[in-house]
């Protein structure tokens, strides 16, 4: 047999992810309920990271963990690419694996990651993999259904490793699937950021929420807010109970309820549009995200507003605790310009980018970080970056921004 036992656990992030995701999942650990040293993890290209597994640092990252696209434990892997051998080598394997699941009985699902170097269709490789499952469950006096609508647990199978080492691995879904959706966006403006891109652009203008107001001059479904608000307190994106936690013996004896890892940090939050048809969208986004009521009334505000016109005025106005604290950091994404569009269209958005720099040149001694996906960005914003990241998610490819005003 050519398969090999696995345990680790697997953050996949956006394109050059990493780093974020690594910084992230270390401040977490280490305010977490346990006492654990967090060391550094194996990567995996630019999106990638692997820890040994220990079902503590996985539920803190299952729960609170927001810069990471999908968290994963790697049970096992074989080299194989065909379906016949990958049978034969996950079989015995899985069979022999305690770790597959707790009770009488399981329904499950397996999800697909990247597997374009195996030699089979994605819905082969799937069918293999869920026949495998089905008699090593049986094998182990589990019962299972496969349920793709409701499961307990969703196995996934990717081709994963580096180049030279590409191998075909099996684990568990822990992280509750696409992580991007944190369930509480009602209402979506035109162009909404991933989440995720989202807290890493924030993650990336190292923003202290107890020193530093946070500005987003272009809200428009208020995701970066959101997220800020959240990233400030620590807050959880999943609750242990909709995770499959409670089927895999590894994670009995861990919590079951997920407070803040940061309580008592009061963010100081200006989400701004210049179209007033967004504000509603913003306010209920707000709202599904818990962060409304007189506890945030002195925290988060929201208002139409022309970044043109933007002064330090306005902010103070808006949120006058901004005066007794640093200068504070803007979190934007610029419109693109893919649906302005053509010859006019470009010198129109070359025109709005040169008004956010000069705006944003009011603001002396704030940091700008911004995500945009239009290369032309920069020369017309006229500010120097301090750092220039390279972004992918999903077909969107752009660059993550920060610049000293
Ligand atoms: C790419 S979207 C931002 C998406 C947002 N981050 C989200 O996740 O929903 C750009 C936003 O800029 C806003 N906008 C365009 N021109 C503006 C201006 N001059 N002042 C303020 N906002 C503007 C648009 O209304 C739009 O909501």
């Known amino acids: 047999m050519s ?20 910084a992230e999942l270390k401040r977490l650990v280490m305010r977490s309920p346990f ?11 630019e999106e990638t990271l692997l820890y040994p597994f220990d079902a503590r640092v996985a539920w803190v ?21 065909r379906l016949e051998p990958l049978f034969a080598d996950l079989l015995p394997a899985l069979s022999a694996d305690e770790r597959l699941a707790d009770g009488k009985h399981l329904r499950f699902s397996v999800e697909l990651g990247s597997s374009s170097d195996f030699e089979a269709s994605p819905l082969q490789l799937r ?25 307990d647990v969703v196995f996934v199978v990717r081709r994963a490793g580096m180049p030279d080492a590409r191998r075909t691995v099996v684990g568990i879904d822990v992280g509750g699937g696409a992580r991007h959706r944190r369930g509480a966006r009602v209402a979506a403006g035109l162009a909404p950021l991933r989440e995720t891109l989202a807290s890493q652009l924030i993650m990336l203008s190292r923003w202290d929420a107890r020193t530093e107001p946070l500005v987003d001059p272009m809200a428009g479904s208020a995701t970066i807010p959101i997220e800020a608000a959240g990233l400030a307190v620590g807050a959880a994106i999943r609750h242990p109970a909709d995770l499959p936690l409670r089927h895999l013996a590894a994670f009995r004896d861990l919590p079951t309820d997920t407070p803040d890892l940061f309580p008592g940090t009061v963010a100081k939050i200006v989400a701004l549009d210049a179209d007033a048809e967004l504000i509603p969208a913003m306010v209920g986004n707000l709202r599904a995200a818990g962060l409304t009521g007189p506890a945030y009334d002195q ?80 020369y017309a914003f006229g500010h120097r970056a301090t750092l220039t990241k390279p972004a992918s998610n999903a077909n969107l490819r752009g660059t993550f921004l920060v610049f000293q005003l």
């Open 299 to 378: 925290s988060i505000v929201i208002g139409q507003q022309d970044v043109r016109e933007l002064t330090p005025d306005h902010i103070e106005r808006l949120l006058p605790a901004v005066r007794d604290m640093r200068p504070g950091v803007f979190c934007f994404n610029p419109p693109y310009g893919v649906r302005i569009g053509g010859e006019h269209g470009e010198a129109e958005l070359m025109g709005l980018y040169a008004d956010i720099g000069r705006a944003l040149g009011r603001f002396s001694g704030w940091r700008a970080a911004c995500f945009v996906a239009n290369p032309r960005f920069v």
């Open 61 to 81: 990252a299952a729960c609170h963990h927001r810069t990471s696209s999908r968290i994963s434990w790697d049970l096992c892997s074989s080299p194989a690419v």
């Open 35 to 45: 006492d654990i040293r967090l060391g550094p993890p194996k990567r995996e290209g």
């Open 3 to 22: 398969a090999q036992r696995c345990d680790e656990l697997r953050l996949t992030g956006s394109g050059g992810a990493n780093r974020v995701m690594e």
């Open 127 to 151: 069918g293999v993999v869920k026949n495998a499952i089905v008699e090593a469950l049986a094998s182990r006096g589990i019962a299972s259904d496969v349920d793709s609508e409701a499961p």
